[in-house]
């Protein structure tokens, strides 16, 4: 039952959609040992976790994880 957690509610901080996180696409890294979960409409790896704390609607939020748009 510890997929329970994976369906919390997340809002990609890219692209701002909002979506569950079983939603969310594996993709596997060029190295294929890690296994990110990616957001389904531009596969953004970062994320708000909405169920966590209250949405800031307005807040424009450097993401320190962001390395640009995955090419491959
Ligand atoms: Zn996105």
């Given at each position: 039952?510890?997929?329970?957690?994976?369906?919390?509610?997340?809002?990609?901080?890219?692209?701002?959609?909002?979506?569950?996180?079983?939603?969310?696409?594996?993709?596997?890294?060029?190295?294929?040992?890690?296994?990110?979960?990616?957001?389904?409409?531009?596969?953004?790896?970062?994320y708000f976790d909405l169920s966590?704390?209250?949405?800031?609607?307005?807040?424009?939020?450097?993401?320190?994880?962001?390395?640009?748009?995955?090419?491959?």
């Amino acid at each position: 039952m510890a997929n329970l957690i994976q369906d919390k509610e997340v809002q990609c901080t890219r692209c701002r959609n909002k979506h569950k996180f079983s939603e969310r696409i594996e993709k596997r890294k060029k190295n294929f040992v890690f296994v990110s979960m990616v957001c389904p409409r531009c596969g953004g790896e970062s994320y708000f976790d909405l169920s966590e704390k209250e949405v800031q609607d307005d807040d424009d939020v450097f993401d320190p994880d962001y390395i640009g748009p995955d090419e491959d």
